[in-house]
């Protein structure tokens, strides 16, 4: 297993387009987290899974943006009519079911600028 | 409302030196988890250590250690014998066992500059 897996790495958007990134998970790990983080500041939880169910999604997430995670498997990230706002890096992270003393395994990340 | 603390923006430490990087919590929640992560230049976030906080034994990973004070609400990365590759942004994040769910919370970072 290669880790958690984000596509794109970087993405260019004008304002008003809609975008979608991928997070693919290590194979087993059930609980998939996606955060926004922007310059200088600590990453800031945006949802998360446990298998297909989303149980906790961010108040302060808007409704253009939507997650799935159709199969349990991997994820998508929908972000609809972007903002400059929504200018940030997006991370995905995976955690076991024993997830007691486990940090979080994170991928790369998707920087998405809009212009 | 849970929340993270971390006072320090930036560090500096000479090469083969100890450092200690600040942090404190806010939780009503009895059951928690307590967790650093480095992020260097390169972006990606890699998990470094973990406190319970029914752990009585501070814990320890190589040359990282969690200096936790839990009725002070602190945890405390300290990072001995500091080398080049060391230099990154260090998050303190804190995940709640109950009610909190599995989302962890983290802090605005430190940023640690190791000095050859």
């Known amino acids: ?115 | 409302a849970q929340k993270i603390t971390q006072t320090q923006p930036g560090m500096f430490v000479q090469e083969k030196e100890a450092v200690t990087l600040d942090c404190t919590y806010d939780t009503s929640d009895p059951s928690y988890g307590l967790f650093w992560y480095k992020q260097p230049s390169s972006g990606e976030m890699i998990f470094l250590i973990y406190q319970g906080s029914y752990d009585q034994q501070n814990a320890t990973e190589g040359r990282y250690s969690l200096n936790f004070q839990k009725a002070r609400k602190s945890a405390n990365l300290v990072i001995s014998a500091s080398q080049l590759g060391d230099s990154a942004m260090y998050f303190c994040a804190m995940r709640e066992g109950g009610t909190g769910g599995f989302k962890t919370i983290f802090g605005a970072g430190t940023r640690l500059f190791v000095k050859a």
């Not at chain 1, 995670?69 to 929504?86: A, C, N, V």
């Open chain 1, 1 to 115: 297993d290669t880790g958690v897996s984000q596509d794109p790495r970087h993405k260019i958007t004008k304002r008003g387009q809609n975008v979608t990134f991928r997070c693919d998970p290590i194979s087993e790990h059930n609980r998939l987290y996606w955060y926004r983080q922007t310059l200088g500041q600590g990453p800031e939880f945006l949802t998360y899974f446990q298998n297909e169910a989303q149980l906790e999604k961010s108040r302060l997430l808007s409704d253009r943006f939507s997650a799935e995670r159709p199969k349990g498997s991997f994820s998508t990230l929908e972000i609809q009519r972007t903002e400059q706002g929504d200018s940030a890096m997006y991370l995905c992270a995976s955690s076991p079911p024993e997830e007691s003393n486990y940090g979080y395994t994170f991928g790369s990340g998707t920087r998405l600028t809009v212009v």
